[in-house]
């Protein structure tokens, strides 16, 4: 079995993915795809990713926590590398990565698909970028879903599903 690894992104048209620690934006519709496509799957995150959380874990999926300074909370499990990671989702059909911005970069020879929530908007104040440039690099848009601005969404925003046959590791 060849496993996908799939990277679950929200960015803005500069690649911003957070500011000061969190999300730049409130965007309901994004979060319940997040948890609609990652429930029933192992979701690698990194320590810092895992802290914006609120340090506990998501429901009904395999937290995987990147990081060589694991504290014990219940439902985590602490990997220090990749291959760790790998190991212990092996027997299943995709690994989530779930950020942050140097879990990508590590993982972005390994990762098969992304699926970017692209929001139509430049955050300024933003701190932190996604590492992969899309499109560019052997990446192809697969599905691209528009999504409005309404009563419960400050920005525009597009649901998009990207994919490269062959993973550069």
């Known amino acids: 079995m060849s496993q996908r690894i799939t990277a679950v992104v929200a960015a803005d048209l500069s690649g911003a993915i957070g500011k000061r620690g969190g999300l730049p934006w409130h965007l309901p519709d994004d979060l319940r795809f997040f948890m609609r496509y990652t429930t029933g799957k192992p979701v690698l995150m990194g320590r810092k990713t895992f802290d914006s959380i609120g340090c506990k874990p998501l429901k009904n999926r395999l937290n995987l ?15 220090s590398t990749v291959e760790q ?36 908007t430049r955050i300024h104040e933003a701190d932190t970028f996604f590492p992969i440039s899309l499109p560019g690099g052997g990446w192809t848009l697969m599905e691209r879903e528009l999504h409005g601005m309404d009563e419960r969404h400050a920005y525009e925003f597009d649901f998009e599903w990207w994919s490269r046959s062959t993973p550069l590791g």
């Open 65 to 79: 926590v990147l990081s060589t300074r694991p504290i014990d909370v219940d439902g985590i499990e602490w990997v």
């Open 85 to 120: 990671a790998l190991q212990r989702s092996r027997d299943e059909p995709e690994l989530i990565v779930a950020g942050g911005a140097g879990i990508y970069a590590l993982l972005e020879p390994l990762i098969t698909d992304v699926r970017m929530t692209r929001i139509h």
